[in-house]
């Protein structure tokens, strides 16, 4: 089978590892990659929102099946596309990836069909939006209601910080149209935890819990960043917890999407706050995390080509998806002052025994040298058969990788190794 995967960065590296494991695979095609997934993928420059090349393409290349990654290129409707000119792909149509692309339209949805969330407003008005925060009590959260890389949500521990949020995010457009529409909302406060989920629109099936490091520095310290690490699964999301989840949260999703006429087909990603009232939706997403990809894919012992074709075909309930009972731990390395100005052009070193274990996101080739050209640039995961063991491990390969300005945080899993001593 000749395999397409669109996107370029550590996710996809991930996937793409695990989809070579299948052996009717041949080729994997990824669109545009990057110089790391190079060594396991063949890589076209062709750019992840540019869908009518992306359709060219799989037409000249007999391309059998497309997973669609990323969420610009779901939210522009690339699987509509792709699955009109005859490519069967992994991921949701358009009409379903808007649960991801406007958090006005998931809040909504979520009010509608009475599934557990924080209690918010949609501003499209920044005098009002400033009104409302005025009359409401700090911590408070403020969304952009589009897509904006992971960093269009900003925590306002002052009534300051929250109004300067709304001049950034609609008079100045730090986001783009992103942040024109807003969402504020309460703050919840609880362990976060991360539940990707296969789904056909009829079925759905959890994947191994995570926990997602979202802060720059240690001790949850510094700016938000797309994910500086995440480990799998989360102990503080216990089998009873789970079991509500899919309860009250999971499925009253899955059937509310189909109701309002848009079947969410592909990888539903639940970001969930455990609040002293119960486990409550923070987001959806709309595809595999960044970086809990690297964590939790490790633990799939299923084959991942099974399954995603399974999801596409509508019969997700006769195929087998097991996942170890391990643990995993993924740290990430980034280019020192990520989210902000970083230096590029480091050469990259990765020592050949850690090697299958890196997952590559911002880094090119360069006269056959492997350099930073992004801010997140490796994965490193380790499995074992503990947290304690499998973080251990990971921090003991990331001595194995390095380039100039290296930065990763020291901390990754230490909160999930004090669950039970809170």
Not at 107 to 121: F, G, V
Request: proline share 5%.
């Amino acid at each position: 089978m000749n395999l397409m995967v669109i996107g370029g960065g550590g996710r996809e590296h991930a996937i793409i590892q695990k989809l070579k494991e299948n052996p009717e695979v041949t080729t994997i095609w990824c669109l545009p990659g990057n110089g790391g997934i190079a060594a396991d993928a063949e890589c076209a420059p062709i750019g992840a929102e540019d869908i009518p090349a992306q359709v060219e393409f799989a037409r000249s290349h007999d391309i059998d099946y497309v997973v669609v990654a990323p969420d610009n290129p779901l939210a522009l409707g690339a699987v509509d596309a792709l699955e009109e000119a005859g490519f069967p792909c992994f991921g949701p149509r358009k009409n379903a990836a808007i649960i991801e692309a406007s958090k006005a339209f998931s809040k909504d949805l979520m009010k509608k069909y009475n599934i557990p969330t924080a209690a918010y407003e949609i501003f499209t008005d920044p005098k009002a939006a400033i009104a409302y925060i005025d009359a409401h009590e700090v911590p408070i959260v403020i969304k952009a209601d589009g897509l904006a890389l992971g960093k269009g949500v900003i925590i306002a521990m002052s009534h300051e910080e929250a109004r300067q949020a709304v001049h950034e995010m609609m008079e100045e457009s730090k986001f783009g149209d992103a942040g024109s529409t807003i969402v504020i909302e309460e703050f919840l406060e609880g362990p976060e935890v991360s539940v990707l989920s296969f789904t056909d629109g009829k079925t759905l099936i959890p994947m191994v819990s995570s926990m997602d490091h979202k802060r720059a520095k240690d001790n949850d310290e510094g700016l938000n960043t797309g994910g500086m690490g995440a480990i799998a699964p989360n102990p503080y999301y216990t089998e009873a917890i789970a079991e509500e989840s899919m309860r009250t949260i999971f499925m009253p999703t899955l059937k509310a999407m189909e109701a309002e006429g848009r079947p969410f087909k592909g990888c539903l990603y639940f970001a969930l706050m455990l609040t002293k009232n119960g486990p409550k939706v923070i987001e959806y997403n709309s595809r595999f995390g960044d970086p809990e990809t690297q964590a939790v894919l490790p633990l799939l012992e299923s084959d991942l080509l099974t399954i995603m074709k399974a999801t596409t075909d509508g019969t997700l309930d006769q195929v087998e998806v097991k996942f170890s009972d391990k643990a995993s731990c993924c740290v990430v390395v980034a280019s020192d002052g990520y989210p902000l100005h970083y230096e590029k052009g480091n050469p990259i070193t990765i020592r050949e025994d850690v090697r299958a274990n890196v997952t590559v996101a911002g880094a090119q080739l360069k006269n056959g040298v492997l350099v930073n050209t992004g801010g997140r640039v490796l994965g490193v995961t380790a499995v074992a058969d503990t947290l304690e063991e499998a973080v251990a491990e990971a921090y003991r390969k990331v001595e194995g990788v390095g380039f100039a300005n290296a930065y990763y945080r020291h901390d990754i899993g230490q909160r999930a190794l004090q669950c039970g001593e809170e």
